[in-house]
Every structure is written in structure tokens, then in C-alpha cells.
């Protein structure tokens, strides 16, 4: 995608809005989408780190989560949209690494950084539940943030409408221009003249789902302080609030991603799913833990180490003090090395037996 600067209107707005998909810095020029990005997970981190701070999970093991589940969630994003798009890529390889311009799928982020959590919770002894709970607020975060990147690339819009709060720019014109069928504008010639003389909109299908993501961040945090009554509770809140959100918003959009050469969009039917499996679990673990309420594991208590998690927590004590000892001695070693020889104090001679003692002067009495 090419640097551009377009002026953007909405239906019930008379000013138009300059938006450019590139920022200047001086020394290099930068993507909107890729700032914006980054400001959400950024925020989401710093969420996470405090809800992690007050369930006492060591912050050193979540910086491991961070780390992987950041890396394995870009790349699954990434070749989740790659996957369903291999029409266009499989002949523009080169174009494959180049997130910046767009095209990273949320749920394949997901996927991927959720397996790459699931394993490094095994390794670091982590209450995986525990993690899905925070990782579904911190989600929302990013997600609620990070769909402006695509305001920034005119790019994630929906199909025509007539409502106030309708959107248009030259870019979203061209897109049109280029796939008039899915706007049903297959018998226009001039299509951008047909646009402005008739006032068309689209729908910001983009701005839907950042509201809809902070809403539902404000409604998992209600549940945080107030009903939350099991691990793994708030991920479900997430799969029933944002599948149907992003089941209905997905069907106003026209980029969608397709199974195949079918009419049938990837995302609708992951959504509906989600949604749907999400719902019956929540609502029968729901009911369980009514019936028999008990402590969150990692919350609440912490259950007893196993026999095997003490031996190695009483192998790695000993392992350290062996490699404190063995600092102390080269410590000795390297003084005693150094250290000049001391000097042997002077001997003081020892009187000779053979001279006679000195005869003390005495006054003699006349």
C-alpha cells in the first residue's frame, strides 16, 4: 500500500477530516497502522501486568508469556489471513511479511498465542485459566485500539448506507470502483461521480467493533470485581460477546475472508461457533459453580506442591548454594593470590650470658 493523504467525510458531519496512513518523524517515516497497533497492546500489556501483579502470578513468568505469546500470535495472525487469501499471495510471496500494510486476522492471533501461552504455562507451573481470564481483557483492549489502524488504511469498511454516521473518501471510491459487485453497483460506468452525486456512505464497520470491544471490556471488568466465580470464566465472556459481535458486524463488510470460491466468510462461521460453544459452557460451569462454589485455584488459594515439584525446587536450593560457595572460594583464591608475602618482625638480640649486669650506682654514706 501506497503513502497517501485523503480527506474523509461522514453523512452527518458538513467537516472533512485529512487522514494520512504515514507519519513523519524526520529521520523515518513510520505507519499509522503499525503505531496504532502498538499503542493497543501496549495498554493491553500494562493491563495484564497489573491484574497479574494483584493475583501474585511472578511477573518474570508472565514476561515469558508476553514474549511468546506476542510472537507466535503475530505469526498466526498473519498466516491465518495469508491461508485464506493464498489466491493473491501464493504470487506475491514477497508481499507475505509485510504486516504493515494490513492483513493480520484476529483469530489466528489468537490461536497462536493462546497454544504458545498453553505451553509456556506448563513449563513455568502458570494456572492456564487464570491466563485465558486476563488475556480476554486485555484483548479487547487491543482490539477496541487497534481497529482504528484500519481507519488510518481506509480499509475494514462495510457496505453502502444512509445513516448519519456513514463514511467516505477517495480510497474507499476506488475500492468500490474495483469490486462494484459487492456494492451492488455492477451497471455503473462512473462510479465515483455516481458516489458524489448521490451522496453514498459506507458503513465504518471498523468504528463498530472498537466500540463494541470497549464494552465489552467495561462489562468483563464489571464481572472481574463483582460475579467472577472460576477460572476461565472471563475468556468465555469474551467468546460469547465478541463472536456475536463480530458475527453481525462481519456480515456488513465487504473484505471478508471466504471458504474457498463459496460465499460463506471464514469469520462469520468461527464467530458463530465461538459464540455458540462459549455460551453453553459458560452457562453450565455457571450453574455448577453455584451449586458447589469453591476458591479459584491461584486466586484464592494455592493448592500443595507435589513431591516432585518440591525435589526440584530443593535440587535447584542446593545447586545454588553449591555455585555460591564455589564463587566464595575463588573469591579466597584470587586474595591469597594477590596478597603480598608479610614481612617477619625484627628480632630483638637476646643479652649475652657472659657480661656481667650492669652494678646499680647506689649513694654510699660517708
Keep these: 500500500m501506497d503513502a497517501f493523504t485523503v480527506a474523509v467525510r461522514f453523512a452527518g458531519i458538513a467537516k472533512e477530516f485529512m487522514v494520512s496512513n504515514t507519519l513523519n518523524l524526520g529521520f523515518t517515516t513510520v505507519r499509522w497502522y503499525g503505531v496504532i497497533i502498538a499503542f493497543g497492546f501496549l495498554l493491553a500489556a500494562l493491563f495484564g501486568g497489573r491484574i497479574a501483579y494483584t493475583w501474585k502470578i511472578n511477573l518474570d513468568k508472565m514476561i515469558d508469556v508476553l514474549l511468546y505469546?506476542?510472537?507466535?500470535?503475530?505469526?498466526?495472525?498473519?498466516?491465518?489471513?495469508?491461508?485464506?487469501?493464498?489466491?493473491y499471495y501464493g504470487s506475491h510471496l514477497a508481499d507475505i511479511p509485510k504486516i504493515w500494510e494490513g492483513g493480520?486476522?484476529?483469530?489466528?492471533?489468537i490461536i497462536g498465542g493462546i497454544l504458545a501461552g498453553y505451553v509456556v504455562c506448563k513449563l513455568e507451573k502458570i494456572n492456564f485459566f487464570n491466563l485465558l481470564d486476563m488475556v480476554a481483557m486485555s484483548l479487547l483492549i487491543g482490539q477496541g485500539i487497534g481497529r482504528w489502524g484500519n481507519f488510518a488504511n481506509q480499509e475494514a469498511f462495510g457496505t453502502i448506507t444512509y445513516k448519519n454516521w456513514g463514511m467516505m473518501s477517495d480510497i474507499v471510491a476506488k475500492y468500490i470502483s474495483e469490486n462494484p459487485a459487492s456494492f451492488g453497483l455492477e451497471n455503473v460506468e462512473n462510479i465515483p461521480q455516481y458516489i458524489s452525486d448521490n451522496n453514498l456512505y459506507v458503513h465504518p464497520t471498523f468504528f463498530y467493533e472498537s466500540v463494541w470491544c470497549l464494552l465489552g471490556f467495561g462489562l468483563l471488568y464489571l464481572i472481574l470485581k463483582k460475579r467472577r466465580r472460576f477460572s476461565g470464566q472471563l475468556f468465555l465472556c469474551y467468546g460469547v460477546w465478541y463472536g456475536f459481535g463480530r458475527m453481525v458486524i462481519e456480515g456488513l463488510r465487504t473484505d471478508s475472508l471466504y471458504i474457498g470460491s463459496t460465499s460463506i466468510r471464514v469469520s462469520q462461521v468461527v464467530s458463530g461457533a465461538l459464540c455458540a460453544v462459549c455460551l453453553v459452557l459458560l452457562v453450565s460451569l455457571t450453574v455448577h459453580y453455584k451449586r458447589h462454589p469453591k476458591p479459584i485455584e491461584g486466586i484464592d488459594y494455592f493448592p500443595p506442591k507435589s513431591e516432585k515439584e518440591l525435589a526440584a525446587e530443593q535440587r535447584k536450593k542446593e545447586r545454588k548454594e553449591l555455585r555460591r560457595k564455589a564463587k566464595e572460594m575463588r573469591i579466597r583464591d584470587g586474595k591469597a593470590t594477590n596478597r603480598p608475602a608479610e614481612q617477619a618482625p625484627e628480632e630483638t638480640p637476646a643479652p649475652d650470658a657472659t657480661e656481667p649486669p650492669e652494678e646499680e650506682e647506689t649513694d654510699a654514706a660517708d
Design 69 to 87: 505469546g506476542t510472537i507466535f500470535g503475530i505469526i498466526g495472525a498473519r498466516l491465518y489471513y495469508v491461508a485464506f487469501r493464498w489466491d
Design 104 to 109: 493480520l486476522a484476529i483469530y489466528g492471533g
